[in-house]
């Protein structure tokens, strides 16, 4: 993946993304995924490590020789699917110690996280579903390791592109990253465009009806 491409992305919000989506007929926002850590201010770019867990005890797995943490890729956004109904936390402070080191992007879960104040204290993004007290021992189990997976109700598959911030995560496929950032480009100056009749003191209708046709 060009990191060229990835800095360009990491320029832009996730809102953004959305409505290059709109445009462009892409399925990629996973809603009700919300940053926990580390502030406001943060954005998270980077290609994805998908991982798919299941509930314990469902029958026999995989045999992996390496910790579906340490598979990840340097600098690789970790991203787990989690089964519905599940009230554990996948992900804690010892995995954002581990990611840390491995110098990975960061976590998005489509469940539970816990040890909140730790992953603020290195400073590690944390993007999930909300919060539990309880680890996942006993409980999920990986199934899958860099496979496409279902997170946020949107498929990711392994290098697909993810962006985080303060309003949410969108995935984007790899092979449409180009064009995704080519009509991000193209709405901002539209919004430049509005913004600064709006500061003029143009009304919403007339400004939308004259740049949004």
């Known amino acids: 993946m060009s990191n060229e491409l990835l800095n360009r992305l990491g320029s832009y919000s996730t809102c ?48 992996r020789e ?12 970790v991203v787990i699917s989690i089964p ?22 960061g976590v998005v879960l489509d469940g539970r996280a816990r040890d909140i104040e730790e992953h603020r204290q290195m400073g590690f993004p944390v993007f ?19 496979e496409p997976i279902n997170c946020g109700g949107v498929t990711v598959r392994q290098g697909d592109v993810i962006l985080g ?14 064009e995704v950032i080519d009509k991000m480009d193209e709405l901002a100056e539209i919004e430049e465009k509005i913004t600064a009749e709006l500061e003029k003191g143009a009304s919403i ?3 939308f009806a004259k740049y949004r046709n």
Do not use: C
Not at 66 to 77: K, T
Not at 166 to 172: D, E, Q, T, Y
């Open 165 to 178: 911030d303060v309003n949410g995560v969108v995935v984007i496929p790899r092979e449409r990253l180009g």
């Open 205 to 207: 209708g007339e400004t």
């Open 66 to 77: 390496v910790h579906h943490i340490d598979a990840a890729p340097e600098r690789s956004i």
């Open 84 to 105: 519905p109904g599940v009230t554990t936390a996948n992900w804690g402070g010892m995995m954002t110690t581990r990611a840390k080191v491995m110098n990975l992007g």
């Open 16 to 63: 953004q993304a959305a409505d290059a989506f709109d445009k462009l007929k892409i399925r990629g926002h996973m809603p009700d995924i919300i940053l926990l850590s580390p502030d406001s201010d943060y954005r998270m770019v980077g290609e994805a490590h998908t991982v798919r867990m299941v509930p314990a005890g469902g029958g026999p797995l995989p045999k």
């Open 128 to 146: 999930a579903r909300g919060v539990s007290v309880h680890g996942s021992g006993g409980y999920t189990v990986p199934i899958a390791v860099g």
